[in-house]
């Protein structure tokens, strides 16, 4: 009874999902005639071809803009929280207790209230209509729940390790990369695989910082199947949208025993 239940919820979450599916194989005459129905009348996978190849740019192009952001911005995520982290854990410096709970603070900043000096600021630099918004950032330990994420788990690594490195000769620096990456390979799988759904998935900062076509990532390419002033290719729109929950769906596939570990040790003491 409890496995057909969680069957039964698993169908209702599904649901929405399966329906595009069959939305996107379904004719474009008969795409909202189907009702509520799974199964189209006819199957056909037209709507695949006319959506990668039907616009100036092909959408294979909208994969790949978004797979290097996403890539880029996920080693400069892993990278600058990790070294940030590292620092609040294990290093003692003047002010450490009060700059972490400044960075904890900017947990609480919605992002539109930093949209408009952010944007002044990449204008006056020249990044607009560029990646560079949307990646240089990364690089800097901007986002606070990563960050926040790794000390918790660099909390529970023993600190004796530190001291018998620092006995042998180890600089901070040599701890960093010798010591606390390896034992901390579940948070930053976990940080890793976070950052690059969350870039695969943003739709916002793309669409203020991006206007040339050619840069579009995939969701902005998504978007231009939708025409406020006409007629909008629904077909195409769910066939491309199934396309796009491919790689997400392939990195939680591959990679979700480490998902899990990271999320349940995260914060725990051995």
Not at 13 to 19: D, G, K, R
Not at 134 to 157: C, E, H, N, S, T
Not at 175 to 188: E, F, R
Not at 262 to 270: E, L, P, V
Request: proline content about 5%; glycine content about 8%; some cysteine.
């Amino acid at each position: 009874m409890l496995h057909c239940l969680l069957i039964a919820a698993s169908f209702v979450m599904l649901y929405p999902i399966l329906w595009m599916l069959a939305g996107s194989l379904r004719p474009a005459e008969d795409l909202f005639g189907g009702g509520a129905s799974l199964v189209p009348s006819q199957v056909t996978i037209k709507a695949y071809s006319q959506g990668w190849f039907g616009m100036q740019v092909s959408f294979g192009h909208f994969f790949l803009n978004s797979l290097l952001i996403a890539t880029l911005a996920t080693l400069g995520n892993v990278l600058a929280a990790s070294l940030a982290a590292y620092a609040f854990a294990r290093l003692n410096f003047f002010g450490r207790k009060l700059w972490f709970a400044l960075m904890l603070g900017t947990l609480m900043l919605p992002y539109h209230v930093t949209l408009i000096p952010q944007y002044v600021l990449f204008l006056k630099l020249g990044w607009i209509n560029t990646w560079l918004p949307l990646v240089v950032p990364k690089y800097f330990a901007v986002d606070a729940f990563f960050i926040f994420l790794m000390v918790q788990f660099f909390r529970g690594i023993p600190r004796q390790l530190d001291e018998a490195a620092q006995m042998d000769g180890c600089s901070p620096w040599r701890i960093y990369y010798k010591i606390m990456l390896p034992l901390s390979l579940p948070v930053l799988a976990t940080a890793g695989i976070f950052s690059f759904i969350w870039t695969w998935e943003d739709f916002f900062g793309p669409l203020i910082y991006v206007s040339d076509m050619s840069l579009y990532t995939v969701q902005l390419g998504l978007r231009s199947f939708i025409d406020s002033s006409g007629t909008s290719s629904w077909n195409e729109l769910f066939a491309m949208s199934i396309l796009s929950l491919i790689p997400i769906f392939l990195i939680f596939l591959f990679f979700q025993r480490l998902l899990i570990e990271g999320i349940a040790t995260t914060g725990m003491k051995r």
